[in-house]
Nanobody
């Protein structure tokens, strides 16, 4: 079982940066793709970015492409989401997920508790 734990959220001004991390216990972390989703107040949870188990393939939502970068370090069992040029509309709870692939939430088996990101204007 690979239960993710997110960290790194917080309050930042528009235009600023944050780096989220997703730590996963277990020796099989490198066997799973991982992804980030987010849920803004009053909205459904949406896909942000995904990375393959090896890190060789990535995909991004159009709303974050060019601003966010997903990466992973399998030697440390940690994944990252570097968020630059943040906008107020990026404000949401960010969730790490693993065990699936792509943009569809139900394909992912393991979910973290989420970390709040707030971007002030």
């Amino acid at each position: 079982q690979v239960q993710p734990v997110e960290a790194g959220g917080g309050l930042v001004q528009a235009g600023g940066s944050l780096r989220l991390s997703c730590a996963a216990n277990g020796r099989t972390f490198s066997s799973y793709a991982m992804a980030w989703f987010r849920q803004a107040p009053g909205k459904e949870r949406e896909f942000v970015a995904a990375i393959s188990s090896s890190g060789g393939s990535t995909m991004y939502a159009s709303s974050v492409k060019g601003r966010f970068t997903i990466s992973r370090d399998n030697t440390k069992n940690v994944g990252y989401l570097q968020m630059n040029s943040l906008k107020p509309e990026d404000t949401a709870v960010y969730y790490c997920a693993s065990g699936g692939w792509g943009t569809i939430q139900r394909t992912y088996d393991y979910w973290g508790q989420g970390t709040q990101v707030t971007v002030s204007s």
